[in-house]
């Protein structure tokens, strides 16, 4: 009987944090981007299968970015790709902008 399949990375991350991180992914395309509530579950839900089914390395780059930066980048493919032109997701020269204005929000907010 072959011992049981250990995953390093589930050591190193635990499932908590990890469930934090996507959720403010989703939180992120929902918010910042305004990609609605529906849509962006299926976005995030479906790269973390993506990323946690990838080599050691890709999940650490990952998860080593930060939630926001993810969710733009999933933003922007998202707003590329047909299986949600229904929904008037922006382009990704507005995701910029969006994201722009809301770093700069948050960067102002954190200033004394």
Request: glycine share 2%; proline share 9%.
């Given at each position: 009987?072959?011992?049981?399949?250990?995953?390093?990375?589930?050591?190193?991350?635990?499932?908590a944090?990890?469930?934090?991180?996507?959720?403010a992914?989703?939180?992120?395309?929902?918010?910042?981007?305004?990609?609605?509530?529906?849509?962006?579950?299926?976005?995030?839900?479906?790269?973390?299968?993506v990323?946690?089914?990838?080599?050691?390395?890709?999940?650490?780059?990952?998860?080593?970015?930060?939630?926001?930066?993810?969710?733009?980048?999933?933003?922007?493919?998202?707003?590329?790709?047909?299986?949600?032109?229904?929904?008037?997701?922006?382009?990704?020269?507005?995701?910029?902008?969006?994201?722009?204005?809301?770093?700069?929000?948050?960067?102002?907010?954190?200033?004394?």
């Open positions: 009987m072959n011992p049981p399949m250990i995953d390093p990375f589930a050591q190193a991350i635990p499932e944090a990890r469930e934090d991180y996507w959720a992914v989703e939180l992120a395309l929902k918010d910042i981007f305004h990609i609605p509530a529906q849509i962006a579950e299926e976005i995030a839900r479906g790269y973390r299968i990323v946690d089914d990838s080599p050691i390395g890709e999940q650490v780059a990952v998860y080593h970015s930060h939630p926001y930066n993810i969710a733009l980048d999933l933003a922007r493919r998202a707003s590329k790709g047909p299986e949600w032109t229904n929904a008037s997701l922006p382009d990704s020269k507005k995701l910029d902008q969006m994201y722009d204005e809301f770093a700069n929000q948050r960067a102002a907010q954190q200033r004394p």
